[in-house]
């Protein structure tokens, strides 16, 4: 019954590092996305994969790279962490089609100092 | 650009009241509408999903209403509990492709006290 996981829930970084946040999903879904939300700005749509394979922008992609490993897998990665990437990240999934239900992993609480 | 928005940012009300909660979207020509309830610290949970050919939905003690030519979505919450305590979103589908991407309001933080 885990839905969509995403790891690590927490992480602090020094300006310029990089890391991946990683997510996989377990329900056969086409579609994965991740989103960042801020406050005040709420959820912003950073890339999406609407099937295996492929990848799309969202609203906010510039300073993220992603990859669609599998079916399953949809990861984020940070090359060089900037303080303006300090956020809730938000992995999420569902079958593509528009009028299905979409469903959300726990987050990852991303600081750069 | 397809803009969401939702009022109020934030509601107390007393336990047992009933509530509306509003989402207005700047362009009519939306596909589907999703309310989402988020729990601090945690992710969200789908609570009703509005076709576009339809005018409400109901689950339990959520109605959740549809008006395109108006730009309106609303989350009716009946004999509000502090259990519902919460920040609800509303969450718009857009693109002309077969992918769902939605947009998402701010949220509305509700606070019922027992």
């Known amino acids: 019954n885990a839905g969509v996981t995403q790891t690590p829930k927490f992480q602090v970084l020094k300006t310029g590092q990089s890391m991946t946040l990683q997510c996989a999903q377990d329900?056969?879904?086409?579609?994965m996305y991740w989103y960042r939300q801020d406050p005040g700005m709420g959820l912003r749509l950073i890339y999406y994969?609407?099937?295996?394979?492929?990848?799309d922008k969202g609203e906010v992609p510039n300073g993220y790279n992603v990859s669609r490993l599998n079916k399953r897998e949809f990861s984020l990665r940070l090359e060089s962490a900037a303080p303006s990437q300090t956020s809730v990240y938000f992995c999420?999934?569902?079958?593509?089609?528009?009028?299905?239900?979409?469903?959300f992993g726990e987050g990852s609480w991303l600081t750069v100092v | 650009k397809q803009e969401v928005t939702q009022i109020p940012a934030a509601l107390s009300v007393p336990e047992g009241e009933n509530l509306v909660l509003n989402c207005s979207f700047t362009?009519?020509?939306?596909?589907?509408l999703q309310w989402f309830r988020q729990d601090p610290g945690k992710g969200l949970t789908s609570l009703l999903l509005?076709?576009?050919?339809?005018r409400e939905q109901t689950s339990g003690r959520l109605n959740a209403s549809l008006d395109k030519s108006s730009g309106r979505s609303t989350l009716y919450i009946a004999a509000s509990q502090p259990g519902d305590s919460a920040t609800y979103l509303c969450?718009?589908?857009?693109?002309?492709?077969?992918?769902?991407?939605?947009?998402f309001g701010q949220g509305t933080t509700l606070q019922v006290k027992p």
């Open positions: 994969s609407a099937s295996e394979g492929t990848t």
């Open positions: 362009d009519s020509a939306i596909y589907n």
């Open positions: 969450g718009l589908y857009q693109g002309s492709s077969n992918t769902g991407k939605l947009i």
């Open positions: 329900m056969n879904h086409n579609s």
């Open positions: 509005i076709q576009s050919s339809q």
């Open positions: 999420a999934s569902s079958d593509g089609r528009r009028g299905n239900t979409i469903y």
